[in-house]
């Protein structure tokens, strides 16, 4: 059994104001400075990082992998492999800045992700997060945190300002077919691309899942290493998928569920309520 009690609770409360809850809204994207404290940071960091360590699947250095491997190790649901770091995920500070921006009154875990970019490794095309994602909602967040400092050489994410509004926009997964025929799109629609730049540990960005973004490859020999949380409004309900990723992202991540059941499984659970 695990001994949770030296663990930060990361449960006092962010305040947001109305200006940045509108910001969000209307660009699909927010940076916050301090959502968690270099000392809160640090002690996770060291606990994702093992367990990163640990579950990395590549097996190729980088310049021999495809477009998507050379984007980043990508781990999900560590916190099903870990109860320390379930503290992290579920942290009520930050389901309450996804409640917040949502402006809804509770949100559930959709799943985490580590997204380690390693020294030389290469671009991440701009998608949309939400063509994988069977839920009936406009209302999912990611907030994108990374646990070290992030340079300006590396950067926070590039995003396009309002795309967020248009909705599904293409059903191109993320690969090279995708940064060119979406960057044409931002191209067209004259939507305005947005890079916060260097950011702390701790710092955070939050985007819609229908939000186009991208991120620039790490041409530093420091691992940019980032958790991320998808959240959802809590009384969103699963969706007929109507690809092979959403079939695939139903079966993970929303398990025993059906087309119009509330998503619901033993994977999402609520991790912020007002009133709670």
Avoid: C
């Avoid at 200006?19 to 969000?24: G, L, R, W």
Wanted: hydrophobic share 35%; proline share 5%.
């Amino acid at each position: 059994m695990s001994d949770l009690s030296n663990l930060p609770e990361l449960s006092s409360e962010y305040s947001l104001s109305q200006e940045q809850i509108k910001q969000f809204q209307e660009k699909g994207h927010l940076k916050l400075t301090g959502v968690a404290s270099q000392e809160e940071v640090a002690v996770y960091r060291e606990l994702i990082g093992e367990k990163v360590k640990e579950l990395n699947y590549h097996d190729k250095p980088v310049e021999e992998r495809d477009t998507y491997g050379k984007a980043f190790i990508q781990i999900s649901n560590i916190w099903e492999k870990s109860a320390e770091i379930q503290r992290f995920v579920f942290a009520r500070r930050f389901a309450k800045i996804a409640a917040d921006l949502l402006g809804v009154d509770g949100v559930r875990i959709y799943h985490d992700q580590a997204l380690f970019k390693e020294p030389g490794g290469g671009i991440t095309p701009w998608h949309q997060d939400q063509i994988y994602w069977p839920v009936d909602t406009d209302n999912f967040v990611t907030m994108w945190m990374p646990l070290v400092p992030v340079s300006q050489d590396v950067g926070s994410m590039n995003f396009a300002s309002g795309s967020h509004k248009y909705g599904y926009i293409s059903k191109l997964a993320i690969s090279d077919e995708s940064q060119k025929t979406l960057g044409q799109y931002i191209e067209a629609k004259g939507l305005e691309v947005e890079n916060y730049g260097a950011l702390e540990a701790g710092d955070a960005t939050w985007h819609y899942g229908w939000t186009l973004h991208s991120a620039p490859g790490n041409p530093t020999s420091t691992m940019r290493e980032v958790m991320t949380i998808i959240y959802y409004a809590d009384d969103a309900k699963v969706l007929e998928p109507d690809s092979n990723a959403r079939k695939s992202d139903l079966k993970r991540w929303l398990p025993e569920l059906s087309p119009g059941d509330l998503a619901a499984s033993k994977l999402n659970p609520i991790v912020y309520k007002k009133g709670m």
